[in-house]
């Protein structure tokens, strides 16, 4: 008998070690939120970065589980190209990869502001091709993660892209599908979402860069909010690195609520290796204490400000990897209580 308990343990410990995965009711989760390899300032800038720049129609989708998070493949048939380089070989149909989706018993909940296309409906793209994967094969990407998704009349006037494009400075959010609360910074947050313990444990596994980790976690600490690690991967705050391909972000992280709805639960930080792996330490910790952020409860990123909570990494991962006094002024301390 002491054998068989002995061995369900066993069985036990190693379901909970393969328990790699996100299962989240999405009602639970209170932010999603991604750290993209690239955004843009203008339409301009979304337009010459891209590499296919089409009005199409959604035919079907399927969703796809590469380690433990959700990606769906759309395939979109293409009903109107205003860009397009020779490189591309353009069928009648082409396919584009998104965060989230459920499969079996996975769910990963799409990033907020980058809503998943749906089939039937019709949209303006702005699209990348991925890098070639041996695994994952080649694909489009929405160009700047959540900028390159517009409603399909955003361009009105015929075929005349010129007309969309005139609307320089800015990306003109009228058009823009966006889902959720993935705002610049305007004076959130409105609603606190933080721990409720003004503690967090967190672990990590697979990861490139253990002690930058570390730092990354604990330079978010004073003396109203501490991190702590922890070697138990069934803590608060789990981070894992994983191969995901070429999928247009850095790292993402997902928080969701404890049961009572009172706070935080659980925090997931996954680090995608296929976009990380040439950075230097000092730009990883600097993508890790971003995201150290966001499983603070700051939600949403400050757009425009020297801070670490900027949603375009290239804009600070070469320059700071710790949190600025704007950061804490206005996310760490808002939740937390000033020092
Ligand atoms: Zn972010």
């Known amino acids: 008998m002491k054998k068989v308990i002995a061995s369900l343990i066993i069985v036990a410990l190693f379901l909970s070690l393969l328990g790699n995965k996100e299962r ?32 199409g129609k959604v035919l079907s989708q399927e969703p796809e589980l590469r380690c433990d998070l959700v990606f769906s493949r759309s395939y979109v048939k293409v009903e109107c190209v205003y860009k397009t380089s020779s490189k591309n070989v353009i069928n ?15 769910t990963t909940v799409p990033i907020h502001g980058a809503p998943l296309l749906e089939s039937g409906n019709e949209y303006l793209l702005f699209l990348q091709l991925s890098e070639p994967d041996q695994v994952f094969g080649q694909y489009y990407l929405i160009s700047g993660g959540t900028q390159g998704i517009y409603q399909p009349d955003a361009i009105s006037s015929g075929d005349d892209v010129t007309q969309f494009l005139a609307y320089k400075g800015s990306i003109r959010e009228s058009d823009l599908l966006r889902s959720g609360v993935d705002n610049n910074y305007s004076g959130w947050p409105s609603l606190p979402i933080a721990w409720s313990s003004n503690y967090a444990n967190f672990c990590y596994s697979g990861v490139t860069y253990p002690s930058a980790v570390s730092q990354a976690f604990t330079s978010w600490n004073y003396s109203e909010f501490t991190y702590s690690y922890t070697s138990s ?76 909570m900027q949603s375009d990494a290239s804009n600070f991962m070469s320059s700071y990897n710790t949190p600025r006094t704007f950061d804490k002024t206005n996310g760490l301390y808002l939740l937390y209580g000033s020092p």
């Open 92 to 106: 009648d149909a082409v396919e584009i990869v998104q965060t989230g989706g459920t499969l079996n018993d996975y």
């Open 233 to 308: 991967m069934s803590t608060q705050v789990q981070i894992r690195e994983n191969v995901y391909g070429d999928v247009g972000w850095y790292a993402k992280t997902v928080a969701v609520s404890n049961n009572s709805g009172t706070g935080l639960g659980n925090a997931y930080v996954s680090l995608n290796h296929s976009n990380m792996y040439d950075l230097s330490t000092f730009e990883y910790k600097a993508i890790v204490c971003h995201e150290a952020g966001h499983a603070l409860g700051i939600d949403g990123h400050f757009d425009g400000y020297t801070a670490i």
């Open 24 to 55: 989240k009711e999405p009602s639970n989760v209170c932010l999603s939120c991604a750290s993209w390899e690239k955004q843009f300032n203008s339409r301009d800038e979304l337009y010459q970065a891209s590499d296919l720049v089409i009005k």
